[in-house]
């Protein structure tokens, strides 16, 4: 899945590490696919692996597929060859991406944690560049095609499509991968981002490396599922800040009494502009002591915490009520829409003007008027 430019094409390939049952054992395989004009005219199921064609300009540079090429090697990882036959809705590949991609397209939906290197996804409409901390969903059905510069290590999630919507129906669309994987349902679904510091996928990677060579058997099912559910907690609390405001080393479960109250006195009162100062003083720290322990037991600093309480609230306000974007950063504590707007993007990866109507499109849909008796 990842771009290039320049003329002439090479080889192109996209290496899979995975375990695929066979019989009572798990044979690891490379799986490769790679896009090479080959002369299949039609798609290929595969059972959860990608394959390859052999490509005869090794070594030079590559242009973007023509659409028959694409046509000609697009692979089909089919729900039977994802899931196989446990009933587990969740399949989770390592994958290196050395050199570009054929065309994928996935019956799931897809999300990419970009562990590292750099690339370029395309579809027929879209674009989207992907760096360490990037993760993409990308909708069940979506043709694919990747472009790595140099390398890109991922780990994706595939996601059977009907779990993904049973699911979501109970969760708020306030947790921003909620929002994106309820976007990567709707009929129109193309391409969304999400961004967490470098350090914050780093801090990740263990757990998905795990998760990814848990062997797939029936004991194995709810501890798949629970590390997932780890995995995507842990999203929610980084995705949408800066470096700096970040330390992930030492995050406590249980924050430090002080902590708690400076996080509930923001809470009760997230419109207000504190300062770390005033916040020092309630709980009587130093306000070097409590930028200190406040990193170390939530991983952000204050203000950086601030402003997910504030974004995060701002997302509520937008699918609860009828407020436009201004009035909504207003009650939440920016004067200035357009440094709220930024902010909630980088966090829900929409815009606020988006996400709202999005938001009030899925609650009309799922509450429809009560009929008359």
Known sequence: MLSATASGRRAQRWLEC????SGDDMQETIACASFTGGT??????????VTTHAHPHIGLPSLPPTAAEARSAMTVLSTQGLFGDLGLPLRVIDATAVAPSGSVTAEAVKVVFTVSGWAEIRTAEDVSVI???TILMIPANLECLGFPTGHARTVT???DRDYVADQVRWLTSAHPMVHQLKRSLADDAGLQCLQVPPSAMHHLTPSLARLAHIEPDAQSEFAKLSLASEILGTVERFVGFSERGLATDTISIRPRREV????DLMRSRVDHAWRCEELARAVSLSTSQLN?????HTGLSPAAYLTRLRVDRMAELLMSTDLGV????????????TVASRCFKRRYGASPREFAAFSRRQTT???PPLQEA
């Open 18 to 21: 995975s375990s695929i049952p």
């Open 40 to 49: 299949e005219s039609t798609p290929r199921q595969v059972a959860g692996s």
């Open 131 to 133: 760096s360490p901390g």
């Open 157 to 159: 999630f595939y996601i």
């Open 260 to 263: 708690a109250c400076a996080i």
């Open 292 to 296: 200190r322990v406040f990193r170390v």
């Open 326 to 337: 201004s009035e909504v950063a207003r009650e939440v504590g920016w004067m200035n829409a």
């Open 365 to 367: 849909t799922i509450s």
